[in-house]
């Protein structure tokens, strides 16, 4: 490949990056907001978030933001169910569930965000909306931001790939 159309693709992808981060974190927040989420800063994050260099780096990031969001939900919903009836109070909980999802992260790294998803469920929980539904919020939030962010690397890698007219068909490219 000559060196022109190396250096016009890095540019491209360079500039598909920034596209694709800012896009994510709009197109996430508009559309929680739309369907109605309590908290749409939460689909801009995980939208944002997930966007990373590579599509491979991207999947990855969606998988290990998805997997730790349902743990950091469960471990905040159980350890609520549990100890409200005792008592214990908002401070008690959050470390209660924090210290669970540390031992998860201590051995799995990648899954460090159910720690501070503990304290994001709890923290928009109210009188009004239950643990339980807080944490579904929460858990809708961040798989729409993941699937925007995902969804827009995937359009991006599309074009990029029809502009510079690379051989290997999208969906092999991106199980790479």
């Known amino acids: 490949m ?13 500039a598909a990056f920034v596209l694709r981060c800012s896009a994510a974190v709009t197109l996430s927040y508009l559309l929680a ?30 998988a290990w933001r998805l997997l730790g969001t349902v743990i950091g939900i469960a471990a905040a919903v159980s350890v609520a169910l549990s100890t409200a009836p005792f008592g214990a109070s908002l401070a008690v909980q959050m470390a209660l569930a924090v210290a669970l999802c540390a031992i998860v992260s201590r051995r799995h ?47 991006a890698e599309a074009v990029i790939r029809a502009c510079f007219g690379q051989g290997a068909s999208l969906a092999s490219r991106l199980r790479m």
């Open 33 to 62: 907001g739309a369907v109605g989420l309590p908290h749409p800063v939460w689909a801009a994050m995980s939208g944002v978030i997930v966007s990373q260099d590579s599509f491979a780096d991207t999947r990855s990031a969606m």
């Open 109 to 155: 790294t990648s899954l460090r965000v159910c720690m501070w998803t503990c304290p994001i469920v709890f923290l928009t929980a109210d009188a009004a909306t239950p643990i339980a539904i807080a944490g579904l919020y929460r858990g809708t939030e961040v798989v729409l931001g993941a699937a925007v962010g995902g969804a827009l690397h995937v359009l």
């Open 2 to 14: 000559p060196a022109d159309v190396s250096t016009r693709e890095a540019l491209a992808r360079h």
